[in-house]
């Protein structure tokens, strides 16, 4: 790899020397300080631990496992690291930014109301909201990567005698409903023990939902979960409800078939609404840019809603028996207006669903209401209906307001699923993360959480950004650039509450596969507890949109101090062989 021929026409060729990987200076200088005569022994790793990682429980014996993990590399010097292996040591998979070893650590005892909750929308769905096949596959993949709410719409076939699941009144091809649930059964406990949860979106007559209880009952058995006819008072928790399956509906007033979509949407506005317009998806909007947007967006309905009927005595009178009684999580708006939805029952709770918009206007008036619902409630956020191409929506937004339930299209790419995929990392990634103690509780003063409040700084999380590598191995030479190597830059940041939330961009290099940027950002964090430490390369291109070259996304809560290998990860969320930038993170 020393030097690479780029071919510029017919009859001439350029010529480039490529660099090989070489620690930083500031690595340079910690290596020098923590050996002597250019080794370092285990005594002085596991110092280095102590002191540069903050690992401070770190041992003997723990630094000469890392050692010896080494060895096979034919870098090792026989009394300790050289400045080479040392290197290499940092830039390995054994030194990554989360704890891989940490696991499941949040406390699991309390009721579902206290846990983000990872969670799906339309999960049956292989690509858009209007064409694309529905399928039991993407359920598959959804839980096999810790999702724990699958939602399934569903429907008569075309014989009105059995049940099938498609998104209505579009040119979706239906799946049975049997497969879908035979799929969850098989698939849902891969990821995570703890519990999965079933959203029916149901058009189903009382004949109907009585097969589809037959069909709940007989394929999940001992493992589903049922609340009996009574309401819940308080919600289980998830550790009580290890490997078992809910069902979440709304007890439905009618039969549903003919329910009417709502073409309030015109051409003009529909084209507004891109979606993920760039190759590796718009940037995540803001709290105040979705509310400068709201008055230009129309929707369709999505038949997400929860109809007012969750004390209608004609809901109950038109639902099977059998059906009702497989209900674990009740969902229902009730009668009236926001405040009505978001009235707190002392003796019973409940799941309540909004659309992004609905809950992007509410919070503008009803913000504190909304996280003292969530204190108690299941609060239900789903994608706008004109969402047709699959995208999503700024998940901090309802995380700030304690939304368990940020339901996302799982199929599709881009920067805010990077944010969701971020958030679930936490936790061991078990598909549920605590909520921080200030959504789920008043302060001595009676005040519950205000996301717009002006909080004082509580740290300052100080980002190094040193170098990358690993596309040479894992992309084509002329992959970003057809006649020279790539100019790569780096894109760091925070998403969070809108104090906090902000991106920086370093220079760029060019022709350079191993990118050495060395640059320091730092970033005030008022809420530490909601944030999420974005970062992203992209390769700069003069004349064209500039090549997506790899991100991910970390929650601030568990990053490991210290200097850090940071795996990149492709649009679709899946980790790359090889590239990985080099990266200290501190708190100052």
Same mark, same amino acid.
């Not at 206007?361 to 913000?367: D, L, P, Q």
């Not at 790419?413 to 990077?418: A, D, N, P, V």
């Not at 940041?493 to 760029?508: C, F, H, L, Q, R």
């Given at each position: ?5 780029? &071919? ?34 285990? =005594?002085?790793? &596991? ?52 704890? *891989? ?6 406390? $699991?005892?309390? *009721? ?19 064409? @694309? ?14 999702? &724990? ?27 049975? /409903? ?25 058009? #189903? ?11 709940? !009952? ?7 979960? !049922? ?5 819940? +008072?308080?919600?289980?928790? *998830? ?38 317009? =760039? ?11 979705? $509310? ?45 207006? $926001? ?15 909004? @659309? ?7 919070? =503008? ?13 299941? /609060? ?32 599709? %790419? ?17 598909? %549920? ?52 190597? *790539? ?15 902000? $991106? ?49 996304? #970390? ?13 990149? +990860? +492709? ?18």
């Amino acid at each position: 790899m020393s030097k690479q021929t780029y &071919r510029v026409c017919f009859c001439f060729r350029r010529r480039f020397r490529l660099a090989a990987s070489e620690a930083p200076p500031d690595v340079k200088d910690i290596f020098n300080r923590y050996s002597e005569n250019g080794v370092m022994s285990a =005594e002085q790793l &596991r110092q280095f631990l102590v002191d540069v990682q903050a690992e401070e429980g770190a041992t003997l014996e723990e630094a000469q496992a890392i050692m010896d993990s080494l060895k096979h590399l034919n870098l090792f010097h026989r009394r300790g690291f050289n400045l080479e292996s040392f290197f290499k040591y940092l830039f390995g998979d054994v030194n990554l930014p989360l704890n *891989p070893n940490l696991g499941v650590h949040h406390e $699991m005892n309390s *009721p579902l109301s206290h846990y983000f909750i990872h969670t799906g929308h339309n999960s049956y769905l292989t690509g858009n909201q209007l064409s @694309s096949d529905c399928s039991d596959v993407p359920i598959i993949n959804a839980l096999r990567k810790g999702v &724990r709410v699958i939602e399934l719409d569903i429907w008569p076939n075309s014989t009105d005698d059995d049940v099938v699941v498609l998104h209505g009144r579009t040119l979706t091809t239906p799946v049975e /409903l049997i497969k879908c649930l035979k799929s969850i059964k098989e698939h849902a406990f891969v990821a995570s023990d703890y519990p999965v949860v079933i959203t029916l979106e149901d058009h #189903l007559t009382p004949v109907l939902q009585a097969k589809v209880a037959e069909m709940i !009952t007989q394929t999940f058995g001992d493992i589903l979960f !049922t609340a009996g006819s009574e309401c819940l +008072s308080e919600f289980s928790s *998830p550790e009580s409800l290890k490997k078992r399956v809910m069902i979440s509906t709304k007890p439905p007033k009618e039969y549903l078939h003919a329910k009417k979509v709502q073409e309030k949407e015109s051409d003009s506005k529909q084209r507004k609404d891109s979606g993920d317009e =760039e190759a590796w998806g718009k940037e995540v909007k803001n709290l105040k840019s979705e $509310m400068d947007d709201e008055d230009e967006d129309v929707d369709i309905e999505d038949g997400d809603d929860d109809d007012d009927d969750d004390e209608d005595p004609k809901a109950e009178q038109n639902t099977a028996p059998e059906y009702k009684r497989l209900i674990a999580i009740r969902a229902g708006k009730g009668k009236g207006g $926001m405040l009505d939805w978001l009235r707190v029952d002392p003796n019973k709770v409940r799941r309540l669903s909004l @659309s992004e918009q609905e809950l992007e206007k509410s919070i =503008e008036t009803y913000g504190k209401d909304i996280v003292r619902f969530t204190q108690r409630n299941l /609060l239900r956020v789903y994608p706008k209906g004109i969402r047709f191409d699959s995208s999503n929506y700024n998940p901090l937004i309802g995380w700030m307001h304690g939304a368990q339930m940020v339901a996302f299209n799982m199929q599709g %790419y881009g920067r805010s699923l990077w944010l969701m995929h971020g958030m679930f990392k936490a936790n061991g990634g078990c598909g %549920y993360v605590k909520k921080p103690d200030f959504l789920l509780k008043a302060d001595s003063y009676g005040e519950v959480f205000d996301p717009r409040a002006i909080l004082p700084v509580k740290t300052t999380l100080r980002v190094t950004i040193y170098m990358g590598e690993g596309w040479y191995f894992d992309f084509r030479h002329t992959h970003f650039d057809a006649y020279s190597p *790539p100019d790569f830059y780096a894109r760091v940041g925070i998403a969070g509450v809108p104090a906090d939330t902000i $991106m920086k961009k370093t220079k760029t290099l060019e022709d350079n596969w191993i990118p050495n940027w060395d640059e320091v950002f730092e970033f005030p964090l008022t809420v530490p507890e909601l944030a999420l430490l974005r970062i992203e390369v992209h390769e700069y291109d003069m004349s064209e949109k500039d090549d997506f070259a790899g991100q991910t996304c #970390l929650p601030v809560n568990e990053l490991r101090k210290g200097i850090r290998a940071v795996p990149l +990860s +492709s649009r679709k969320g899946e980790k790359y062989n090889s590239v990985k930038l080099l990266m200290r993170f501190e708190f100052v």
